[in-house]
Nanobody, 121 residues
């Protein structure tokens, strides 16, 4: 059973920052990736940022480029999403997903339970 453990969500004021963490069991296959996705009420789940677990390949959503950074600590099997200059429209449930690369995107087959980020104006 694969477990993805997310942490770091909460309430933030607009202009603030948040760092989300996703701990995973450890993946060594070359095409494996771990990504952060978000879903606001009534909207589809969108990819925010993803990273390859064996190399340095990354994906960042164009609309968030410059405000988010994805990184990982391979020794801790943890992927981090650093978000800054948060806006109310960033309010969503953020999910960590593990999967494989398909083109430039990470397509998860396993999901965490999600962590809520709420940005107030």
């Amino acid at each position: 059973q694969i477990h993805l453990i997310e942490s770091g969500g909460g309430s933030v004021q607009a202009g603030g920052s948040a760092r989300l963490s996703c701990q995973h069991p450890g993946y060594t296959a070359a095409r494996n990736c771990v990504g952060w996705f978000r879903q606001a009420p009534g909207k589809q789940r969108d990819e925010v940022a993803s990273i390859g677990t064996t190399g340095g390949r990354t994906y960042l959503a164009d609309s968030l480029r410059g405000r988010v950074t994805i990184s990982q600590d391979k020794a801790k099997n943890t992927v981090y999403l650093q978000m800054r200059d948060l806006k109310p429209e960033d309010t969503a449930m953020y999910y960590c997903g593990r999967g494989r690369w398909s083109g430039s995107n990470c397509v998860p087959t396993t999901w965490g339970q999600g962590t809520q980020v709420t940005v107030s104006s």
